[in-house]
C-alpha cells in the first residue's frame, strides 16, 4: 500500500516549498576483501526548495557519490534519505526509477548527446516520456538556443552541447536538478555561459540545484556551500549574497 501511494505520488509531484531532502548519518562503505572503503562517512544536511547548493572539495572528497545517492543512482550503505517525507533509502528499484524520471533531472561533465539526432530531437527524447513536460521549443529557449535547435551536436561548440544537455534535464520540469562537474570540460568564457543556464532554471523555474565543483570560485554563485572531505561536510556556509555566474572569475 505504501509502495503504491509512493509511487502515485512521486508521479504527479509538483514544485514545492520547504524542506526536499533531508539526511540523516548517510553511509556508503564497500567492501573488498578484508579492506572498507569509506565513500560516505555519516552525512546530514537538509536541501530546501529553490536553493542552489555548491558541494566543494576535491576529487575522491564523496561529492559524486553523495549527489548519485540523492537522485538515486546509488543506494546508501545505511542512514536515512527522505525525499519530501518518503524513505528513499528504504526504496525498492522500481520506485527509484520513478523517482528518477519524475523528480530529478541530471547534468554531467560529458554530454551524452546522441549525435545523429538534432537539438531538439535530443530534448524530445525526454519530453516524450514525461508526465508533464515542456515542449523541447521551450526547454531550449531557456537556455538561450532558440536559434540552434536543428543543428546536430557536431554543429555546436562544448558550451552548446551542455546547454542542450541542460534543456534535456530540465525540459519534464524536475523538483531537483544534479549537476555534476558540468563546466569541467569548457573553458572559463564558455563554463560561465552554461553556469548563467543553471543560474536560469535556479531561479525561473524555483528548482532544487545541487552543483558538484572542485572550483572554489563557482561557490560563490550558491546560497549555500558544503565542503567535503573524507566522505564527510567539514565545513558548512551560507552565502550573504549570490554572485552573478556572470560576474565568477577563476
Not at 516520456?129 to 543543428?151: C, F, K, Q, Y
Request: glycine share 8%; aromatic share 4%.
Amino acid at each position: 500500500m505504501l509502495r503504491g501511494a509512493m509511487n502515485s505520488t512521486l508521479s504527479q509531484t509538483p514544485i514545492s516549498t520547504g524542506v526536499v531532502f533531508q539526511a540523516r548519518d548517510l553511509r556508503k562503505i564497500y567492501h573488498t576483501g578484508e579492506l572498507d572503503v569509506v565513500a560516505l562517512g555519516g552525512v546530514n544536511i537538509d536541501l530546501n526548495a529553490g536553493e542552489l547548493v555548491c558541494l566543494l572539495g576535491a576529487s575522491g572528497s564523496g561529492k559524486s557519490k553523495l549527489l548519485n545517492i540523492l537522485g538515486g543512482l546509488d543506494v546508501p550503505t545505511s542512514g536515512e534519505l527522505i525525499y519530501k517525507g518518503w524513505a528513499l533509502d528504504q526504496a525498492e528499484e522500481n520506485t527509484l526509477t520513478l523517482f528518477r524520471r519524475n523528480c530529478v533531472g541530471f547534468v554531467f561533465q560529458f554530454y551524452n548527446l546522441i549525435p545523429s539526432l538534432t537539438a531538439r530531437e535530443n530534448v524530445a527524447l525526454i519530453t516524450g516520456i514525461s508526465r508533464d513536460p515542456m515542449t523541447p521549443e521551450e526547454a531550449l529557449e531557456m537556455v538561450g538556443l532558440t536559434e540552434r535547435m536543428n543543428h546536430f551536436p557536431s554543429q555546436l561548440s562544448g558550451g552548446e552541447q551542455q546547454r542542450v544537455a541542460i534543456a534535456r534535464a530540465i525540459a519534464k520540469r524536475p523538483e531537483v536538478l544534479l549537476c555534476d562537474e558540468p563546466t569541467g570540460a569548457l573553458d572559463v568564457t564558455t563554463g560561465i555561459a552554461v553556469l548563467e543556464a543553471i543560474e536560469a532554471i535556479n531561479r525561473d523555474l524555483g528548482t532544487l540545484t545541487v552543483l558538484i565543483t572542485h572550483n572554489a570560485a563557482m561557490a560563490e554563485m550558491a546560497d549555500r556551500v558544503l565542503h567535503l572531505s573524507d566522505g564527510k561536510i567539514v565545513k558548512a556556509y551560507q552565502n550573504e549574497t549570490r554572485l552573478p555566474a556572470a560576474a565568477l572569475q577563476w
